[in-house]
């Protein structure tokens, strides 16, 4: 659901009934993990996708029962059998998707962390007293819920909310009370992933939109106040004018943020590469031929940068899908940045074997 937010904000807002349809549990294949959602108005407008595609019919109808004071519950639909058949459901996985209204104490705040790319977590109640299933909770609403169900502890609520949200992944928690084990699924959304782009080139736009478009908040920086232009840039949070290996030293990068260079500056980007290989980032790469590709290692190992950290450099960067175009690149780059954080080997999926989508390093 909150994968929704910057839509949902303004609805919840405003007042709007709202119904979703949120895969809570995902076995086999299929397109979307759980936490996924669909969102449907009582005035008709739908939201996202629950499935991509497969059970996004009968979600709607599920949700358009609820609006109409139907009872939140838990669907499931399992390849082969008669609901997935009907659903369309023929990508060989099972699907629970558990139908609720968004609403209540907290969730307008949880959504605009969210949307801000803020860590936020929400949690919806499958299982338990009938009365409370499909119930949105989170820490401000804890201890109306515990008034609802004898035994339950406030306190592990919000143990089960922030656990999950530190942990930075959505997934089931179970809370033991009298009488009752209350299943949660709690819905989580980590910080936004950052790519750091040195250079502010015609690649560097391309790549800030494409990366915009994954979830990517976007820094671009270049020494030239010239170049280094907002309205050059609209896809990006952020413009910067400065050194860039300056700009990356002061970024306190993580593991889940990438920094690509795409400038051309041979006493600069060396300093640049140092920075960002002794950073925590998880994806470093640089755009270049392989004869500039050598003699930037060459200068990285000049300066001092450890042997082990010049093999984590992507570089001449992307996969080699025949780019040419700044869009093309932008699109071997970033499939590129995916792969490395899934841990695949990003071979065509026509040659492979197993699942298509199987469990993949998400970190």
Known sequence: MLELADRLLPLVAAGVPIAAATAIDVLGSSPHGAGTS??????????GAVSGGCVEDAALRACRALLAAGAARVHRFGFGDGAAAAAGLACGGELDVLVHRVEGEGVAEQLRLAAEGRPAAVAMVTAGPPSVVGRTVTAASAVALAQEVPGLSPSLLVAALTGRQDAGASGPVDVACAGWT??????????????LIGGATDTAAALAAAAGALGYRVTVCDPRPAFALPSRFPAAQEVV????????????????????????????????????LESAAGYVGALG???????????????????SHVARLHMP????????????????????????????????????EGPIHRSVRTG
Do not use: K, Q, W, Y
Not at 321 to 329: C, D, F, I
């Open 38 to 47: 669909m969102a449907v108005t009582g005035d008709g407008r739908l939201l």
């Open 182 to 195: 209350l299943r949660l699924f709690v819905d989580v959304a980590a910080p936004a992933r950052r790519l």
């Open 241 to 276: 004018t400065g050194r860039v290996h300056e700009v990356i030293a002061a970024a306190a990068l993580t593991e889940r943020d990438a920094v690509c260079l795409v400038s051309h500056d041979e006493d600069l980007d060396p300093l640049a590469l140092a920075a960002a």
């Open 289 to 307: 031929s392989r004869g500039t590709a050598a003699r930037r290692r060459e200068r990285l190992r000049a300066l001092g940068v450890p042997e």
């Open 317 to 352: 960067v992307g996969l080699d899908v025949g780019a040419r175009t700044p869009a093309e690149l932008a699109v071997a780059v970033l499939a590129e940045v995916l792969a490395v954080r899934s841990g695949t080997g990003a071979g065509p999926l026509r040659v492979g």
